[in-house]
């Protein structure tokens, strides 16, 4: 790292790899000459303002980082406890998360018992169509055996007047 001439400060490499500034008396002593009256510029390191600049900048990035982060988790908690439903307890946000844990595993809960009478529900109406269509074939096989024997039985009854008369099946009804 190249400082421009008249500054006396030398860096060593830190662990991690970061610069560290070594100060010397001599170095802290030419330092008060290097700020103006205010105390705000440097005026014999234009370099070391930068990198200060640079900090400054990154340091407000990262405060403004997690704010936005701890925005976020407000938020939340607040949207989780807005579906929750409505509880006496203290709302920390170990409770609020104990809440949502037993809320869950009841919601499963009731999700396992809906789908199982789903399939019940599903398997009942199967068997009652099953009864159904079989109550069908045995009517509609009673209707056919009445009509084929009511013409047998229609030709041997006399009508008043001396001629056969045809008469129609009974049906019967369920």
Do not use: C, W
Request: net charge positive; no cysteine.
């Amino acid at each position: 790292m190249r400082f421009p001439p008249g500054v006396a400060t030398s860096t060593v490499m830190a662990a991690g790899g970061r610069h560290r500034r070594r100060h010397s008396r001599a170095d802290e002593d030419d330092d008060d000459d290097d700020f103006e009256s205010d105390g705000d510029v440097f005026r014999g390191a234009p370099q070391e303002v930068v990198v200060q600049r640079r900090r400054e900048e990154i340091r407000k990035q990262r405060i403004e980082s997690e704010q936005r982060r701890r925005d976020e988790l407000r938020d939340g908690y607040r949207r989780l406890k807005d579906v929750l439903p409505v509880s006496n307890q203290k709302s920390s946000k170990v409770s609020l998360l104990d809440r949502a844990t037993s809320h869950i595993k009841y919601l499963e809960m009731m999700q396992h018992q809906l789908q199982t009478n789903l399939t019940q529900s599903d398997l009942e109406v199967a068997r009652l169509r099953q009864v159904n269509e079989a109550l069908m074939l045995s009517a509609a096989e009673r209707r056919s055996s009445a009509q084929q024997s009511a013409p047998a039985q229609s030709a041997s009854v006399p009508s008043h007047n001396g001629s056969p008369k045809t008469e129609p099946a009974a049906a019967s009804t369920f």
